[in-house]
């Protein structure tokens, strides 16, 4: 019931993707309802590799401030030790919720049981910690395999099942790197002409991408390719200035595929250099403290709540560019 509402909230593809939701009420927001004292959130962020992340981050805080929650809020910089020590002093400080996007999938485990142990809820947003169930309240975020699968059927569609793919992996060990590369990986196999030739993390961001993409373009596997499949939008924005510096055409001579659907890829996708974006909603805020809230008033939640993804692409991007918020 709860995951209707969600999805209705965050619907993607072709829809107002980006609306956030209204929030629950217009009182700010009280510890269980009990004291009457302000609602304190932790949330440990992983960093703002991407703008993808900014607009993540800004949706948290809003939401926060629309609610009257107070919000602890922790930037990692991209490094799973300063989450940990973020939960640790989370926990020492005595926060109501504690709430995260784990940077990778491991490692969480004692972090977590330490919370549990101080008896404080923990709610995990957009990426995936591998830890038992009983650690946290509800995890809400993307179906990253699919989005890998959305975007290898549509370059399956665009080549008829043809192609030499080079592919820019996300952050190492993290949920979106490992599943948009299973999901993409397990729907160009029925295809024995459409084969990964090249794979290298560029870490999300737009820099890496380039430089990677640049050193690839300079070695001999570089001239075999004609696709570059990019695990987020940063990455393929930066390949696309890499492509352009050796005087190729991106999104004609070598075509670029990518996950996010932030602003700058759609009008990349206008120019005709990236062919096509998959959606992830970045807008997380609304649902996130939507799900804190109910929990505080002992209402039950989805262990999983899907957030769903849309697609956009060459033929579509121009009409749906100005109503794009992130
Ligand atoms: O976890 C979501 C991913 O993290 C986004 O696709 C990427 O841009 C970000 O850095």
Request: glycine content about 8%.
């Amino acid at each position: 019931m709860f995951l209707l509402a969600a999805v209705a909230v965050l619907s993607g593809c072709g829809s107002n993707a980006a609306e956030p939701a209204k929030p629950a009420g217009d009182k700010p927001a009280t510890d269980a309802g009990q004291s009457g004292k302000k609602l304190v959130v932790g949330f440990s962020q992983i960093g703002a590799e991407s703008a993808w992340r900014t607009a993540n981050t800004n949706s948290i805080k809003a939401e926060a401030e629309k609610r009257g929650i107070e919000l602890k809020f922790s930037d990692a910089q991209q490094k799973q030790e300063n989450q940990i020590k973020a939960i640790r002093s989370f926990i020492d400080q005595k926060v109501d919720v504690i709430a995260f996007a784990p940077v990778v999938e491991t490692g969480w485990e004692p972090v977590l049981t330490e919370a549990k142990k101080a008896g404080i809820p923990v709610f995990v947003s957009d990426r995936r910690p591998q830890v038992p169930d009983d650690l946290y309240v509800t995890f809400l975020g993307a179906d990253f395999i699919k989005e890998g699968q959305m975007a290898a059927e549509w370059l399956i569609k665009k080549t008829g099942g043809k192609a030499v793919i080079a592919e820019l992996e996300g952050t190492t060990g993290s949920a979106p790197a490992n599943d948009r590369k299973k999901g993409f990986a397990e729907a160009i196999a029925k295809y024995p002409d459409m084969k990964v030739v090249f794979s290298q993390t560029g870490d999300f961001k737009r820099a890496n991408g380039k430089e990677v993409t640049e050193a690839l373009l300079k070695s001999p596997v570089g001239n075999t390719i004609n696709v570059i499949y990019a695990h987020n939008d940063d990455m393929a924005l930066g390949a696309i200035q890499a492509i352009e510096a050796v005087g190729k055409k991106p999104g004609k001579d070598i075509l670029v595929i990518s996950i996010d659907g932030i602003k700058d890829a759609f009008v990349a996708m206008t120019e005709g250099k990236l062919n096509c974006t998959t959606e992830c909603n970045p807008l997380l805020g609304p649902l996130l403290f939507d799900s804190i809230e109910k929990f505080k008033k002992g209402e039950k939640l989805e262990k999983r709540q899907i957030v769903p993804d849309g697609q956009f692409d060459e033929t579509t991007a121009a009409k749906e560019l100005p109503n794009r918020k992130y």
